[in-house]
C-alpha cells in the first residue's frame, strides 16, 4: 500500500531524515518508533504530502504521491500531534466541518455519523462544545473527524502522547477495529509498549531508521541472554555496572536492574562477583524475555560500540 524509497529531508542543513526506505502493507499497522528529534514526525507530514522531500519518493497503491497528490489526498487521514480541532464548536459541529472540507454533503455526513459515533462513543456529547471534553475524547474527536470521509489510510503522530492509560487502551481498540475493517494505519509513537502492538515497526534514531520488522523479529536481532537482577542496593549496582563497556545499556525499573549479557564463559558468576566485590548482595537474578524498550536501547548500544 505504501512504498517509501530513499527519502531524506534536512533542516537549515540538519538531517531529519536520512535515506529512508521501507514498504507497508495494505491493512496493517505500522509503527514508527522513537525518541523526541528521531524524525517520526517529519516523516508522517512527508506521506500525507504536507512536507517535500529533499530525494526520495513515495508511492500510493503503486502511484507516485508528490506528482499525483490530489489524486492521492482523498484516501488519506493525517492527524497531527495535537489536531486542530475547533475548541468553540461543538462534537457534531467539528465532524460537520472537517465532512465539508473534504466535500461531503451534509446528507453523506449524517449518513457517516452513525458508524464514527458508534466506535468513538461520543454520541452522548455531540452537542458539548470541543474545548470542554477530556484529553482521551479530544483524541477520538480528532480521529472521528480524520475518519469523515472513510479514508483507506490513516496517517497518527503520537495520538496518544499525554493520554491517560484508560484512554489509551481505549484508542488502540478503536484502532483494532478500523484493522479488520481493511484501513492501513501508520502510527508514530514513543511509547515502546504501544509498538508491541504494531503488526511491523521501524525503530528510528537520529534521522535514520536503525531497526525493521515484526517486535518479535526486533527482539531476534539481538543474541545476548536478558537478564533481570535484584540487588541490596539496585541503583549503586548500576552505577558499578556502566564502568564496564559491556554493561552499558542497563535498564532500572524500581529495584531492577535489566540488561543483556554477552553468554561465554561464567558471565553470570562473573556479574555476580562484580557486584558482590563492592559489598553489595544479589538478591535475584534470573532470565527473562526482554522487551522492545530494552531492545532498543541495547541496540543503540551496539551501535555506539561498533
Known amino acids: 500500500m505504501i512504498e517509501v524509497k530513499n527519502l531524506s529531508k534536512s533542516f537549515r542543513k540538519e538531517p531529519a531524515l536520512s535515506d529512508i526506505s521501507f514498504l507497508i502493507g495494505k491493512g496493517e499497522i505500522f509503527g514508527i518508533v522513537g525518541p523526541d528529534g528521531a524524525?517520526?514526525?517529519?516523516?508522517?507530514?512527508?506521506?500525507?504530502?504536507?512536507?517535500?522531500?529533499?530525494?526520495?519518493?513515495?508511492?500510493?497503491?503503486?502511484?507516485?504521491?508528490?506528482?499525483n497528490l490530489y489524486l492521492i489526498k482523498d484516501?488519506?487521514?493525517?492527524?497531527?500531534?495535537?489536531?486542530?480541532?475547533?475548541?468553540?464548536?461543538?462534537?457534531?459541529?467539528?465532524?460537520?466541518?472537517?465532512?465539508?472540507?473534504?466535500?461531503?454533503?451534509n446528507k453523506e455526513i449524517r449518513k457517516n455519523l452513525v458508524t464514527l459515533y458508534s466506535?468513538?462513543?461520543?454520541?452522548?456529547?455531540?452537542?458539548?462544545?470541543?474545548?470542554?471534553?477530556?484529553g482521551g475524547m479530544k483524541q477520538k474527536l480528532g480521529l472521528a473527524c480524520c475518519l469523515v470521509h472513510n479514508p483507506d489510510i490513516?496517517?497518527?503522530?503520537?495520538?496518544?502522547?499525554?493520554?491517560?492509560?484508560?484512554?489509551?487502551?481505549?484508542?488502540?481498540?478503536?484502532?483494532?477495529?478500523l484493522l479488520s475493517e481493511g484501513k492501513t494505519i501508520v502510527i508514530s509513537t514513543a511509547y515502546l509498549?504501544?509498538?508491541?502492538?504494531?503488526?511491523?515497526?521501524?525503530?528510528?534514531?537520529?534521522?535514520?531508521?536503525i531497526a525493521l520488522g515484526t517486535p518479535e523479529e526486533i527482539k531476534d536481532l539481538i543474541p545476548d541472554k536478558f537478564l533481570e537482577i535484584t540487588t541490596s542496593d539496585s541503583r549503586k549496582a548500576?552505577?558499578?555496572?556502566?564502568?564496564?563497556?559491556?554493561f552499558k545499556s542497563i535498564i532500572l525499573t524500581g529495584a531492577t536492574l535489566r540488561l543483556f549479557?554477552?553468554?561465554?564463559?561464567?558471565?553470570?558468576?562473573?556479574?555476580?562477583?562484580?557486584?558482590?566485590?563492592?559489598g553489595l548482595k544479589v538478591i535475584s537474578m534470573r532470565e527473562n524475555i526482554p522487551g522492545l524498550e530494552d531492545c532498543f536501547v541495547e541496540i543503540l548500544a551496539l551501535r555506539d560500540t561498533n
Not at 490513516?154 to 477495529?177: A, C, H, M
Not at 509498549?193 to 531508521?209: F, G, V, Y
Not at 554477552?262 to 563492592?278: A, F, P, Q, T, Y
Open 193 to 209: 509498549d504501544e509498538a508491541e502492538r504494531c503488526n511491523r515497526i521501524a525503530l528510528m534514531h537520529k534521522s535514520r531508521i
Open 238 to 246: 548500576e552505577r558499578i555496572l556502566k564502568n564496564y563497556n559491556e
Open 119 to 134: 466506535f468513538s462513543r461520543l454520541e452522548p456529547f455531540k452537542n458539548r462544545l470541543a474545548g470542554k471534553l477530556s
Open 154 to 177: 490513516l496517517l497518527l503522530d503520537e495520538p496518544t502522547n499525554g493520554v491517560d492509560p484508560v484512554s489509551r487502551r481505549e484508542f488502540w481498540k478503536i484502532l483494532y477495529d
Open 39 to 67: 524524525g517520526k514526525s517529519t516523516l508522517l507530514r512527508i506521506l500525507a504530502g504536507i512536507l517535500q522531500p529533499g530525494s526520495g519518493t513515495v508511492f500510493i497503491d503503486g502511484i507516485d504521491l508528490f506528482k
Open 261 to 278: 549479557i554477552r553468554e561465554k564463559g561464567n558471565s553470570k558468576e562473573n556479574l555476580k562477583k562484580i557486584i558482590e566485590k563492592e
Open 75 to 105: 484516501g488519506l487521514a493525517y492527524m497531527p500531534q495535537k489536531f486542530g480541532l475547533y475548541e468553540d464548536l461543538t462534537v457534531d459541529e467539528n465532524i460537520f466541518f472537517f465532512g465539508n472540507l473534504f466535500g461531503l454533503s
